[in-house]
Nanobody, 131 residues
Framework: EVQLVESGGGLVQTGGSLRLSCEAS????????IGWYRQAPGKEREGVAC????????VYGDSGKGRFAISSDKAKTTVYLQMNSLKPEDTAVYYC????????????????????????WGQGTQVTVSS
């Protein structure tokens, strides 16, 4: 059974940084794609970033471009989201989502919602940015 555990959320002031971690376990395939999504109260879920283990490809949604960076430690099956220059509008619950298989790709995060493509989701970690 695939499990995803997020950590690293918390309270930070505007302009601060946080690094989120998504630790995955239980994959039966060697390759996977893991994405970060976020959802703020009263707003739709939006894609932040994704990384694919097969080729290291990264994809960013509009919310993740410029200030956020996704990376992975393939040996640990852990994906990180480094978030810099945080703003109050970044306040949300951040979720990681995964899919596995033969070279699963990262799908576009800026247009149509492809979040249903992911088979596995974590419980989320709260990020709160104070003004």
């Amino acid at each position: 059974e695939v499990q995803l555990v997020e950590s690293g959320g918390g309270l930070v002031q505007t302009g601060g940084s946080l690094r989120l971690s998504c630790e995955a376990s239980g994959f039966t395939f060697d390759d996977w794609a893991i994405g970060w999504y976020r959802q703020a109260p009263g707003k739709e879920r939006e894609g932040v970033a994704c990384i694919s283990s097969s080729d290291g490809m990264t994809v960013y949604g509009d919310s993740g471009k410029g200030r956020f960076a996704i990376s992975s430690d393939k040996a640990k099956t852990t994906v990180y989201l480094q978030m810099n220059s945080l703003k109050p509008e970044d306040t949300a619950v951040y979720y990681c989502a995964a899919n596995e298989g033969p070279s699963p790709p990262c799908l576009d995060l800026s247009g149509e919602d492809y979040s249903s493509w992911y088979d596995y989701w974590g419980q989320g970690t709260q990020v709160t940015v104070s003004s």
